[in-house]
């Protein structure tokens, strides 16, 4: 929510690949009307901050389409290193997309 007014401007959600939290994956959605405004990326950042300085986390992954420009270069600027391209994994409106597989690692994050 936005402080200054209570609106949602979006969703950050976190969960667990493996016992204990050590790798998680993270996937987020912003409404148009905030693209452009720094709300991501602050939003991106306490949700990093929180994966690994209060759950524990040592590896954060994400996946983000590889036509979706905007959502890779914030991931990129973020410091998230890719690691490869998922072929036709995902179904999105009868389409199958390639998914780039993104990951930040704990120790770097603290750099």
Not at 12 to 35: I, K, M, N, R, Y
Not at 59 to 79: D, I, Q, T
């Amino acid at each position: 929510m936005l402080r200054e007014t209570g609106e949602a401007a979006g969703v950050f959600q976190v969960w667990s690949l493996d016992t204990g939290f050590a790798v998680a994956e993270w996937g987020f959605v912003l409404g148009p009307a905030f693209w452009g405004t720094g709300v991501f990326a602050e939003g991106a950042r306490l949700t990093i901050d929180f994966v690994f300085r209060t759950i524990g986390a040592y590896r954060l992954e994400a996946r983000s389409a590889a036509a979706n420009v905007r959502g890779n270069a914030a991931l990129r600027k973020l410091g998230a290193a890719e690691e490869g391209l998922l072929r036709r994994c995902f179904v999105c409106e009868g389409q199958r997309l390639d998914h780039i597989m993104w990951s930040l690692l704990a120790e770097e994050w603290r750099r």
